[in-house]
């Protein structure tokens, strides 16, 4: 039997199996059903909604049932609607079907994010970052599959179904070694009695994951428009610069855990935002194409560690005495974060009607910095936390 580490990454690297499954053959899908770009734009749409709505219910189920009950369900869930992802026979179809895998999506990443959160203190050192490089090489190692399914000319519904059945045996691989229920006394510590929406430190962490999500969205959906317009590089160059930004912020949150164990979260997290802001700038304003290659680099490993740690510190703002808890603040972070996603792509697009996309990605890099002073902000307000409470850190 795998051990909990090694069942957790794997479920992290399936989540981002699923996501880097669909995601390349949107084109695919497109053409197939002969939709617009508008009216597509709209049906992906779906996913994120379902991923907000998944985020704000999972903390509570899984409070109730455990992070393996529904680390399984959502990605059951995951494997049987990705299929329907390629028999949609229209785009209101669609959209409705990538409601269901955003649902699916999001609550698996809650359910696995608790489940790592659980390892951690088992562990009793900081290991998130890694988790989180398996949802980044799961992701690049599905999109890869993609490709050579695209190449040759599999339909979508025919890789997806391959894909699900992957993801099946995968989950079932590791089954036992996902992490149970903690057993939960009936006294818990008093600051998670207070509802998360009434905790500073939580907004806190919420806005670094909120701050991550929308520099990311950004990467992800404008960086190669960015070099296509202002740097005039072709499309197959410049979408090798997501390919960077992704690789690097793989690369880096596999040593992620060994740098916030030497310096600390707030000092990483402090950093990284640096780089990051620095790194989008560069890539937004200097006409120098692999400066803008290198800036993109750097923005993905300035931001590789602001998502998992900013969870693992939400986590461990809900810890109770009996090392059980954190499942409600994961999820109300989560949940932000996720708005990001939703609400950057249209307010990136936005600002470069009224502007450029250049002034876009300065804005993005700005907000990437403000990662640091929340970091900061939220060390301190933990801290106050844990001194009302009689706590010594």
């Known amino acids: 039997m795998v051990g909990d580490r090694v069942a957790v990454f794997v479920v992290f690297g399936l989540n981002g199996a699923v996501y880097g499954s669909w995601a390349p053959r949107v084109p695919a899908l497109a053409e197939r059903l ?3 770009p508008g009216s597509l734009g709209l049906a992906l749409l779906g996913s994120s909604i379902g991923m907000v709505f998944a985020a704000s219910m999972s903390g509570r189920l899984v409070e109730r049932f455990g992070a393996r009950a529904a680390i399984v369900a959502s990605t059951l869930l995951s494997c049987v609607v990705l299929p329907f992802v390629g028999a949609a026979d229209s785009v209101l179809a669609l959209g409705f079907v990538m409601f269901g895998v955003g649902v699916s999506v999001g609550a698996l990443d809650v359910s696995m994010n608790i489940g790592a959160v659980g390892v951690e203190r088992r562990v009793g050192r900081a290991i998130m970052p890694v988790f989180h490089a398996g949802f980044s090489f799961g992701g690049l190692l599905a999109s890869a599959a993609a490709g050579l ?8 519904l025919r890789h997806f179904l391959v894909a699900a059945v992957v993801v099946l045996v995968a989950l079932l691989l590791v089954l036992r070694g996902l992490p149970k229920a903690a057993p939960r006394t009936e006294h818990p510590h008093a600051a998670t009695r207070v509802a998360p929406i009434r905790r500073p430190v939580l907004w806190l962490l919420a806005a670094i994951a909120l701050c991550s999500a929308l520099a990311e969205g950004a990467s992800s959906d404008w960086s190669a428009l960015l070099l296509v317009t202002v740097q005039h590089l072709d499309q ?11 690789l690097t912020m793989a690369l880096t949150r596999l040593g992620g855990a060994w740098v916030q164990n030497r310096f600390g979260p707030t000092r990483t997290l402090a950093v990284g935002a640096l780089l990051a802001g620095c790194g989008l700038v560069v890539a937004a304003v200097v006409p120098v194409a692999w400066l803008a290659f290198a800036g993109f680099g750097l923005a993905g490993a300035g931001l590789a560690a602001s998502f998992p740690i900013a969870l693992s510190l939400a986590g461990a703002a809900g810890k109770r005495d009996d090392d059980s808890g954190g499942e409600r603040e994961i999820a109300f972070v989560t949940t932000i974060a996720y708005s990001g996603f939703l609400a950057g792509p249209p307010v990136v697009g936005g600002l ?16 990437a910095a403000l990662i640091a002073p929340a970091a900061v902000g939220a060390g301190r307000a933990r801290h106050r936390e844990l001194t009302a409470a009689g706590v010594t850190s």
């Open 34 to 36: 002969h939709a617009a």
């Open 149 to 156: 399914a695209a190449a040759h000319h599999w339909s979508p």
């Open 236 to 246: 197959a160059a410049a979408a090798l610069a997501f390919a960077g930004f992704s």
């Open 352 to 367: 470069a009607q009224v502007t450029s996309l250049s002034v876009s990605f300065v804005v993005v890099g700005l907000l």
